[in-house]
């Protein structure tokens, strides 16, 4: 009898393990969230390397490998990021990191983020909630793909359907020669904030041709329903990465260098459909019918399933735009 308690109190302290194993495997997989100072976030965590990860988007930049991820219990993980260098006098220094709490209930998440000062004396605390954020699934098939009339966003002479998405922003765009131009010029010594500028008009899937122009080392962005930003860079003669021209920022790296030198007019052609994208640049697809796994930086929205506008980065580089026509995909 003895033995056989024995082993009945190991089997059942072996379920418990499983079980508590198979409760924070719930956190697995892709979140999207919401800040509580307007801004998106996205949150990947897998243990697909044989050890528990994360990727983390936060706000603006990019996608990014966290710096360390943990679970507190059953129902919360850690996660740390965003580490810099604080020096403290010329003998010490310090690594300073934001510490981001996620709390699992269900599908959603729940939690905070807490950075703290440059002089370690306090600490900003942002919260933030999400929502589990299903696989994108299999490529749309677009040969079958129906469009809709087509929608001339931008008339050449003026703002009319465009407005910043923060009015309190300065606004850098004008129109120049019937070409929507953004030029953020700054006066030395004053920091002035320019705004995005967006379409009056939601849009759901849809097909977006356009011609763009960019001065040498200049950079904007276009975003997609206000969610995914195709990237729109003098990036010509560069390796291929995510963050050049026509990439989908941070997320999709383009199969092959098609872009013009600085200065030049460029043809973009960009199919968003189903949580998949495809751009065309300048003749060349360069991204063919890829999922879009999550909100990239700079999303005015977290809910991927959710109608956007067309926006324009406005706080980057000068740009012009052109022959703006959306589709859309009935």
């Known amino acids: 009898m003895k033995r056989i308690g024995i082993l009945g109190v190991m089997f059942f302290l072996s379920v418990c393990v499983i079980n508590a194993q198979d409760v924070k495997k719930e956190f697995f997989g892709m979140w999207t969230i919401e800040i509580e100072d307007g801004s998106v976030g996205w949150l990947g965590v897998n243990d697909g390397k044989g050890f528990l990860d994360a990727e983390l988007l936060w706000g603006g930049g990019s996608v990014l490998p966290v710096s360390s991820v943990y679970f507190y219990d059953d129902r919360t993980l850690v996660v740390t990021q965003g580490s810099r260098e604080v020096v403290r006098n010329d003998n010490r220094k310090h690594v300073v990191s934001q510490t981001y709490i996620f709390e699992k209930t269900g599908n959603n998440l729940s939690g905070k983020v807490i950075s ?24 749309p098939d677009l040969s079958a793909v129906k469009y809709g009339a087509p929608i001339r966003l931008f008339n050449g ?14 606004n850098g765009f004008k129109i120049v020669n019937g070409e929507l131009m953004n030029d953020p010029v700054r006066t030395e010594g004053q920091r002035v904030g320019f705004g995005n500028l967006r379409t009056d008009a939601e849009f759901d899937d849809f097909k977006l041709t356009l011609e763009v122009n960019i001065p040498e080392g200049s950079n904007s962005g276009v975003y997609l329903r206000g969610i995914y930003e195709i990237q729109v860079v003098d990036s010509y003669g560069k390796a291929l990465d995510s963050h050049n021209m026509g990439g989908l920022y941070s997320r999709v790296t383009p199969s092959v260098a098609a872009e013009k030198k600085a200065g030049e007019w460029q043809t973009m052609e960009i199919i968003l459909c189903k949580r998949h994208v495809t751009v065309v640049l300048n003749g060349t697809k360069i991204i063919d019918n890829k999922p879009a796994y999550g909100p ?19 706080d980057h580089g000068k740009v012009s735009y052109r022959n703006l026509v959306l589709t859309p995909i009935l």
Not at 116 to 139: E, I, Q, T, Y
Not at 157 to 170: C, S, Y
């Open 296 to 314: 990239t930086g700079g999303a005015m929205q977290a809910d991927v399933f959710k109608s956007g506008p067309i926006y324009l980065q406005g």
């Open 116 to 139: 703290p000062a440059r002089d370690a004396m306090s600490v900003s605390v942002r919260n933030f909630k999400g929502w589990r954020l299903p696989d994108p699934g299999a490529a």
């Open 157 to 170: 002479k003026d703002l009319t359907g465009w407005r910043l998405i923060n009015p309190n922003q300065a």
